[in-house]
């Protein structure tokens, strides 16, 4: 027991230490990742929570926040979101998680953006050349976790991750780890999760294609060699969560949560995230955070939402997302439980 109040000490003072990037001043990272959709926080419950749920995930959308989080479903549950992201673009989720009497929880995911149908252009046709071509990035996972002990759970995912513009794609494999605990302290939860470890990304395709004249001050010679343009690969948006769930209070007609999450992904500097979530009887939720606290170059912080629990068996959330220049986003999502 003292082991892991020292554990528990140990993961919080981290979590403080990781949630203080103010501190630090660094060249930006921005842009230096592909897959950069993996990063859009998918799930109307945890994105309304300031995307803060890496402790508290306690559903199928543990598949995405925390693997570990699939181990408090008692036998299956199925869900379904959508997002309608920037400058008319799509995110599209789906996942069912299982339990597994005696063996363990297993899940298995797809998440689908979609940029939809755009005209190609170039320097002599401006206006388009009459082809069309899409951005489709695409993620797909299996999970499995344990719960080791009362209070200690584990869980990992192992992903395919492709991504494809026109007659370009790339793809890798991408691992997930997580744990959640609840700790010594009454109603206060620890979680971890590393995401998106894996290989590089780097397009590949026809489009790179090129026909160049190696000597072009000498007549005879092949002047049309067909020649691949050197790409350079990219790195994966690896991302580590350290977060807490602390439960306010909890009756039979209202429960309190609030949570915080400190992140340090590769793709950025480090950040934090808090959020909290209000419950009225176990039906109607009330659910508010902000996002990307610290960060000099964030583009909106404010997340808002509810969900509607039916019977304890459907339940409905809808989640806005406030972008800042880019405007706000929309996300509905409706889960199962089987």
């Known amino acids: 027991m003292k082991t892991m109040r020292t554990l528990s000490l140990l993961l ?36 309304a929570m300031g995307e803060t749920i890496v402790a508290a995930t306690d559903d199928v959308m543990s598949l995405y926040w925390n693997p570990a989080g699939i181990t408090s479903i008692t036998n299956g549950q199925a869900t379904f979101h ?42 002599l046709f401006p206006d388009g050349t009459g082809e069309n071509f899409n951005v489709q990035d695409i993620m797909i996972g299996l999970t499995a976790a344990r719960q080791l002990t009362a209070n200690f759970s584990i869980g990992g995912s192992v992903k395919y991750i492709n991504s494809t513009i026109w007659r370009m794609s790339a793809s ?68 580590f969560r350290l977060g807490m769930g602390y439960t306010v209070f909890e009756t039979s007609w209202h429960r309190l949560l609030i949570v915080a999450d400190a992140l340090y992904p590769n793709s950025n500097n480090p950040y934090m995230n808090v ?18 606290v610290f960060l000099d170059d964030a583009e909106g ?13 459907i339940r409905a959330d809808y989640a806005w997302s406030d972008r800042g220049l880019l405007g706000s986003t929309n996300m509905v999502g409706v889960s199962i439980a089987f």
Not at 277 to 289: A, C, H, M, T, W
């Open 12 to 47: 919080i003072s981290t979590a403080l230490i990781v949630s203080l990037p103010s501190l630090v001043h660094s060249q930006s990272k921005v842009g230096t990742t592909a897959g950069g959709f993996l990063e859009i926080g998918v799930g109307a419950r945890g994105v």
């Open 82 to 123: 959508h997002t309608s992201w920037i400058a008319g673009t799509q995110l599209n989720y789906a996942a069912v998680a299982l339990n597994v009497p005696n063996i363990a929880h297993f899940g298995a995911q797809i998440y689908i953006f979609d940029s939809g149908e755009m005209e190609v252009t170039d320097i």
């Open 172 to 239: 890798t494999i991408g691992l997930d780890l997580g744990m959640q605990y609840h700790t010594p302290l009454e109603n206060l939860r620890i979680g971890f999760n590393i995401s998106n470890f894996g290989g590089e990304m780097m397009l590949s395709g026809d489009n790179t294609l090129k026909r160049i004249d190696l000597d072009p001050n000498s007549s005879g010679n092949n002047d049309g060699l067909l020649a691949n343009l050197a790409l350079r690969s990219w790195d994966i948006p690896l991302t």
């Open 275 to 292: 959020g909290a979530e209000y419950g009225f009887n176990n039906l109607l939720f009330v659910r508010g955070g902000v996002s990307q």
């Open 301 to 313: 912080l404010l997340r808002m939402g509810f969900g509607l629990n039916i019977m304890n068996r």
